[in-house]
């Protein structure tokens, strides 16, 4: 076998190693996108969006099916968040209103909960949240909460730790996070 030969051969086989990469390489991203059109499926039926840009919103900020029951929940998060912390009587009433939800303890969603009650998610993320959960709020059929609930929420969680011997137990900054809530929920409900 001459040089020549050899030469040709060796570039066969690496140019059919490089197509064979750029298959699999395909075949991975389409497998990947068919995977994520399955989410964003069972997202739509979870939360009712159809629209696709809303469903990957929704993706991007990390919601899954099994988690997808916290999102009515951000903003009562928010408000918890709005002095600086949580506190425990706060934590307490968020806790309660996600066993009422359906949130089992230890779930994927239990522990996603636990992860923002600990620490603060981003005001981006709660700003998108809450389009997100407008959003829903306006898709006709059975909603298990409306704009007024989770207002109601909101405001119990401000009031659950706030003032002394029961005066001004919502703070300037609560009240200013609750009448802004309010709005952005009601804006398409």
Request: glycine share 6%; with cysteine; hydrophobic share 45%.
């Amino acid at each position: 076998m001459s040089n020549n030969d050899i030469f040709a051969e060796r570039g066969r086989s690496l140019e059919e190693d490089y197509f064979r990469k750029k298959d699999r390489e395909l075949v991975d991203k389409m497998r990947q996108a068919a995977a994520d059109a399955a989410l964003r499926a069972e997202l739509g039926a979870r939360t009712g969006l159809t629209d696709p840009q809303l469903l990957e919103e929704l993706q991007a900020l990390g919601f899954t099916p099994d988690t997808v029951a916290l999102l009515p929940l951000v903003p009562v998060v928010q408000v918890a968040w709005a002095e600086g912390g949580v506190t425990p009587a706060e934590r307490s009433l968020i806790v309660k209103l996600a066993r009422a939800r359906g949130i089992a303890e230890a779930s994927a969603a239990d522990l996603q909960l636990d992860d923002w009650l600990h620490r603060r998610p981003s005001e981006d993320v709660f700003a998108r949240a809450t389009r997100l959960i407008s959003a829903m709020l306006a898709v006709p059929g059975p909603q298990q909460l409306n704009a007024d609930d989770l207002v109601k929420h909101c405001e119990s969680i401000a009031t659950a730790s706030g003032g002394i011997f029961g005066l001004n137990k919502v703070s300037p900054d609560e009240r200013q996070l609750l009448a802004s809530i309010a709005q952005q929920l009601k804006a398409r409900s």
